[in-house]
T-cell receptor, first 112, second 114 residues
Framework: DTGVSQDPRHKITKRGQNVTFRCDPI?????LYWYRQTLGQGPEFLTY????????KSRLLSDRFSAERPKGSFSTLEIQRTEQGDSAMYLC??????????FGQGTRLTVV | AQSVTQPDIHITVSEGASLELRCNYS??????LFWYVQSPGQGLQLLLK??????LVQGIKGFEAEFKRSQSSFNLRKPSVHWSDAAEYFC????????????FGTGTRLTIIP
């Protein structure tokens, strides 16, 4: 068990481009969470999966954002038509209904 | 709605000195409470958690925290800090009952001076 893995660790993209991030949770964990963290702030919830079902989405998740978790395993977070305001750290976490979430190292997105 | 307040944005402590980071919460029931640590450019690592029982909980790296219901607080402490403790510290509570979605405080940045 290598913990929660996120790829890439860093991404620089031009405004208007699409980007996709991947999260591989701890293998037996059925719950997966995405958070966004901007400089000087705590992480803010974006969306949550239980197995393959997306059960909750934050208002922060505009129409340009989409997340999937096919087959209840890894998850992807896609941002279309990126804007400078999307620059942030995107964190993934997973859990096994134990009230304890384990976080990955995050993907740092910079939109130029 | 559940909320967490970390009143101290930045704290500077001398190496070897004691540390206390403050966390106050607002929660509708008996809360679960968490402290996470984040090194620069890294993800979050769980330091310790309170679910129930003994109000003084021990965590990793020599940290402990005390749950005080009367003060709605869950302050993090360490008797003697090390230079490697320099990081950002976040207190968190579950946003809802029934899953692990968390509401985080704004964090306290800890600087260690020789």
């Amino acid at each position: 068990d290598t913990g929660v893995s996120q790829d890439p660790r860093h991404k620089i993209t031009k405004r208007g481009q699409n980007v996709t991030f991947r999260c591989d949770p701890i293998s037996e964990h059925n719950r997966l969470y995405w958070y966004r963290q901007t400089l000087g702030q705590g992480p803010e919830f974006l969306t949550y999966f239980q197995n393959e079902a997306q059960l909750e989405k934050s208002r922060l998740l505009s129409d340009r954002f989409s997340a999937e978790r096919p087959k209840g395993s890894f998850s992807t977070l896609e941002i279309q038509r990126t804007e400078q305001g999307d620059s942030a750290m995107y964190l993934c976490a997973s859990s096994l209904m134990t009230a304890e979430a384990f976080f990955g190292q995050g993907t740092r997105l910079t939109v130029v | 709605a559940q909320s967490v307040t970390q009143p101290d944005i930045h704290i500077t402590v001398s190496e070897g000195a004691s540390l206390e980071l403050r966390c106050n919460y607002s929660y509708g029931a008996t809360p679960y409470l968490f402290w996470y640590v984040q090194s620069p450019g890294q993800g979050l690592q769980l330091l310790l958690k309170y679910f129930s029982g003994d109000t003084l909980v021990q965590g990793i790296k020599g940290f402990e925290a005390e749950f005080k219901r009367s003060q709605s607080s869950f302050n993090l402490r360490k008797p003697s800090v090390h230079w490697s403790d320099a990081a950002e510290y976040f207190c968190a509570v579950p946003t809802n009952f029934g899953n692990e979605k968390l509401t985080f405080g704004t964090g306290t940045r800890l600087t260690i001076i020789p």
